[in-house]
């Protein structure tokens, strides 16, 4: 086999000037991914305290409900019923906010083990570029 040494020579420049821009490219994808994993653990930790305290005002509503009910002396298995179904609810949404959170950060964390499979992919291909002179 005959190789044309001027094609070989412009296209290992091309490769040597490329380089630097993929390695750049590969550092900003992995800061870009920093900001994203950041960003989705605030995000996350947002959702948790908003849920914890709309549980924590719904339970205070439930207490103050259950109260006056019982303090009024009519029918107080209504207004445990009541009580333990305000709780319920309260748990339940909690749960369901835990899981979408849940969620969300695992698509963020997803995207961020895309971002650092193909940038190990560019490492790999930069390493045999180099191997291959």
């Not at 412009?10 to 550092?27: G, N, Q, V, W, Y």
């Not at 009024?72 to 339940?92: F, G, H, N, P, T």
Request: glycine residues 0%.
């Amino acid at each position: 086999m005959i190789i044309d040494e001027e094609l070989f020579a412009t296209k290992l420049h091309r490769m040597r000037a490329s380089l630097p821009d993929e390695i750049r490219k590969a550092m900003e994808i992995q800061r870009e991914s920093e900001r994203y994993l950041r960003a989705a653990r605030e995000e996350a930790q947002r959702i948790v305290e908003e849920a914890k305290r709309e549980a924590e005002k719904i339970l205070e509503q439930a207490r103050h409900e259950a109260e006056r009910l019982v303090n009024e002396s009519l029918i107080v298995q209504q207004a445990e019923q009541k009580a333990r179904e305000i709780l319920q609810e309260a748990q339940q949404d909690s749960e369901t906010r835990r899981r979408e959170t849940d969620e969300y950060v695992r698509n963020v964390l997803n995207r961020l083990e895309r971002f650092a499979r193909r940038l190990l992919e560019i490492v790999e291909e930069g390493r045999q570029e180099l191997e291959n002179r």
